[in-house]
């Protein structure tokens, strides 16, 4: 445990080590729900989705927060390692390359948190909210929603990174990955503006229990179906990541590694 | 002279395509994930604008003049994607890298040699897509479009795309001042999703606010307003004409302003 401990100090001090880099990282992420706020300020009235424009500003705020809580990167730090060669340093120590990958994540989640919550805070100031957009007040439901979109959010993208073992470039992987996230995630637009069919078959997907889903839970009607569909994509995916990553290191050759 | 010069740079861009084209076709399932990965921004943009218009109405602008807003959009960002993406990020990074003596010592002009480096497959099919889209749409409008309006929309959306690169290209300067902007550039880049709205929904924002976020949103309202107001509205047109020779002039000087701020790697 301590030898991760220290993994994970190490990977928050790199996070740190370029402030401006990581302000403007988070200003980066933050541009889309931030602009969707102005667009549906000048739209004029939003009561044909069933949200105020109050509660549209409150939805994007929060979203923006979890987006940069619940998004992973993993893929990206995984994708360097495997192009340098540099994984060769995880994987001839005694650690396990999927437990430095979360604890990275993790480190870099909790960095980008605290550096985006002054800036979220500056806006709720700009824009005070003035009701609140949560389908369900319950602090556990909250809670259990954000360490399963946590989980699948990681596993996803721990996914898409152990590919780079067989592709030489995964950036169009990663773009797919980027706007299913966006989009199909709640953070481009709420669900509210998805057409019902829509919302009914992607409730089958793994995709709203990524980003917005505390801020929706029960929104399909029925909790229970939306916590057994998430625990089961939870599943899936770390089954899948097992596989991937065990055919990915059986696949992976370098200098000195057999 | 002009005539020699223009084959001249054309022969450049041919031969810097064709480089690019052999290294991408190594690796074709690359390439096709790469074109995947496109397209899928190229749909997302349909699906989102495709949600909101069912939904709501912009102030001075029909359903269809907004599908024409979104080619338009698609042609001026895909434009810049297409010609200049690569050209910028690899200018800021030679810069940062000190390999940019290459550009320098060339019997060529630095500016278009670094910068104009073109490729990507998929971004020149989603600017197909994009006019595709732009006619299509402008086929549904309650009235006829003069050609004189195709017109300018043609030369106002190779304006924007040019105005584009141009921001960008001041930001990329820096590089030879500050060192690796890149984040800079992406941050600044990022704005591009006011341009996907028109100009008039952002009319409540603050001042401040405003002079960030109207520019973005006029690279693609002008030109989609010259497609589909009539009569044309020649004031804003006029205004963002001199400004765009304006910004392309100033990223110009600008430009070799900074390269004397440029150290070499060797």
Same mark, same amino acid.
């Given at each position: 445990?301590?030898?991760?401990?220290?993994?994970?100090?190490?990977?928050?001090?790199?996070?740190?080590?370029?402030?401006?880099?990581?302000?403007?990282?988070?200003?980066?992420?933050?541009?889309?729900?931030?602009?969707?706020?102005?667009?549906?300020?000048? +739209?004029?009235?939003?009561?044909?989705?069933?949200?105020?424009?109050?509660?549209?500003?409150?939805?994007?705020?929060?979203?923006?927060?979890?987006?940069?809580?619940?998004?992973?990167?993993?893929?990206?730090?995984?994708?360097?390692?495997?192009?340098?060669?540099?994984?060769?340093?995880?994987?001839? %120590?005694?650690?396990?390359? +999927? %437990?430095?990958?979360?604890?990275?994540?993790?480190?870099?989640?909790?960095?980008?948190?605290?550096?985006?919550?002054?800036?979220?805070?500056?806006?709720?100031?700009?824009?005070?909210?003035?009701?609140?957009?949560?389908?369900?007040?319950?602090?556990?439901?909250?809670?259990?929603?954000? +360490?399963?979109?946590?989980?699948?959010?990681?596993?996803?993208?721990?996914?898409?990174?152990?590919?780079?073992?067989?592709?030489?470039?995964?950036?169009?992987?990663?773009?797919?990955?980027?706007?299913?996230?966006?989009?199909?995630?709640?953070?481009?637009?709420?669900?509210?503006?998805?057409?019902?069919?829509?919302? %009914?078959?992607?409730?089958?997907?793994?995709?709203?229990?990524?980003?917005?889903?505390?801020?929706?839970?029960?929104?399909?009607?029925?909790?229970? %179906?939306?916590?057994?569909?998430?625990?089961?994509?939870?599943?899936?995916?770390?089954?899948?990541?097992?596989?991937?990553?065990?055919?990915?290191?059986?696949?992976?050759?370098?200098?000195?590694?057999? | 002279?002009?005539?020699?010069?223009?084959?001249?740079?054309?022969?450049?861009?041919?031969?810097?395509?064709?480089?690019?084209?052999?290294?991408?076709?190594?690796?074709?399932?690359?390439?096709?994930?790469?074109?995947?990965?496109?397209?899928? #921004?190229? =749909?997302?943009?349909?699906?989102? #604008?495709?949600?909101?218009?069912?939904?709501?109405?912009?102030?001075?602008?029909?359903?269809?003049?907004?599908?024409?807003?979104?080619?338009?959009?698609?042609?001026?960002?895909?434009?810049?994607?297409?010609?200049?993406?690569?050209?910028?990020?690899?200018?800021?990074?030679?810069?940062?890298?000190?390999?940019?003596?290459?550009?320098?010592?060339?019997?060529?002009?630095?500016?278009?040699?670094?910068?104009? =480096?073109?490729?990507?497959?998929?971004?020149?099919?989603?600017?197909?897509?994009?006019?595709?889209?732009?006619?299509?749409?402008?086929?549904?409008?309650?009235?006829?479009?003069?050609?004189?309006?195709?017109?300018?929309?043609?030369?106002?959306?190779?304006?924007?795309?040019?105005?584009?690169?141009?921001?960008?290209?001041?930001?990329?300067?820096? $590089?030879?001042?500050?060192?690796?902007?890149?984040?800079?550039?992406?941050?600044?880049?990022? #704005?591009?999703?006011?341009?996907?709205?028109?100009?008039?929904?952002?009319?409540?924002?603050?001042?401040?606010?405003?002079?960030?976020?109207?520019?973005?949103?006029?690279?693609?309202?002008?030109?989609?307003?010259?497609?589909?107001?009539?009569?044309?509205?020649?004031?804003?047109?006029?205004?963002?004409?001199?400004?765009?020779?304006?910004?392309?002039?100033?990223?110009?000087?600008? #430009?070799?302003?900074?390269?004397?701020?440029?150290? $070499?790697?060797?």
């Amino acid at each position: 445990m301590k030898k991760y401990r220290t993994l994970f100090v190490q990977f928050l001090k790199e996070y740190f080590a370029y402030r401006i880099r990581v302000i403007l990282s988070i200003l980066t992420q933050m541009v889309t729900p931030i602009a969707m706020i102005f667009v549906f300020s000048g +739209i004029g009235s939003t009561g044909q989705i069933g949200l105020s424009q109050s509660q549209i500003v409150s939805y994007f705020l929060l979203t923006s927060l979890l987006y940069l809580f619940l998004n992973s990167n993993i893929d990206d730090f995984l994708k360097q390692l495997i192009q340098e060669g540099t994984i060769v340093n995880y994987l001839t %120590k005694p650690l396990s390359l +999927i %437990k430095v990958a979360l604890i990275r994540d993790l480190s870099w989640r909790i960095g980008k948190l605290v550096t985006g919550l002054p800036i979220i805070i500056l806006l709720i100031v700009i824009y005070p909210p003035t009701s609140q957009p949560l389908n369900s007040n319950n602090p556990l439901l909250i809670i259990t929603t954000v +360490i399963i979109g946590y989980s699948l959010a990681f596993l996803i993208s721990f996914s898409l990174g152990v590919i780079t073992f067989w592709l030489e470039e995964v950036w169009g992987l990663q773009n797919l990955k980027y706007v299913l996230f966006l989009f199909l995630g709640g953070v481009a637009l709420p669900y509210q503006m998805f057409p019902p069919l829509w919302q %009914k078959i992607l409730y089958c997907s793994p995709f709203p229990y990524l980003i917005s889903w505390p801020l929706r839970i029960g929104l399909s009607g029925n909790i229970l %179906k939306e916590f057994i569909t998430a625990l089961l994509w939870l599943f899936i995916f770390l089954w899948l990541t097992k596989i991937v990553y065990r055919l990915g290191i059986k696949k992976y050759s370098a200098m000195g590694v057999s | 002279m002009l005539k020699n010069k223009f084959r001249k740079y054309l022969s450049i861009y041919i031969i810097q395509f064709r480089a690019y084209l052999t290294h991408e076709a190594g690796y074709r399932l690359s390439m096709f994930l790469s074109i995947v990965g496109s397209f899928v #921004f190229v =749909l997302y943009n349909l699906l989102v #604008f495709s949600f909101f218009v069912n939904k709501f109405m912009f102030p001075g602008w029909d359903k269809q003049d907004i599908w024409v807003l979104l080619g338009t959009f698609m042609m001026v960002f895909y434009s810049y994607f297409y010609f200049f993406y690569k050209g910028i990020i690899k200018t800021i990074r030679n810069v940062h890298d000190g390999k940019f003596d290459y550009f320098l010592l060339k019997p060529a002009d630095t500016q278009l040699l670094a910068t104009i =480096l073109g490729g990507g497959i998929h971004n020149f099919l989603a600017v197909v897509f994009g006019i595709v889209l732009t006619i299509w749409s402008m086929l549904q409008l309650n009235h006829v479009v003069p050609i004189m309006h195709i017109l300018l929309g043609s030369v106002l959306t190779a304006i924007s795309a040019i105005d584009l690169y141009s921001l960008l290209l001041v930001l990329a300067s820096l $590089s030879f001042r500050y060192g690796n902007v890149e984040d800079v550039t992406n941050f600044i880049f990022s #704005f591009q999703i006011f341009s996907r709205y028109p100009i008039e929904t952002y009319h409540r924002l603050p001042v401040f606010l405003w002079l960030v976020v109207i520019p973005f949103s006029a690279l693609t309202s002008i030109p989609a307003m010259a497609f589909t107001k009539v009569p044309l509205p020649l004031v804003p047109i006029g205004i963002y004409v001199l400004a765009s020779l304006f910004l392309i002039a100033y990223a110009r000087y600008f #430009f070799y302003k900074s390269i004397q701020y440029y150290t $070499s790697g060797n």
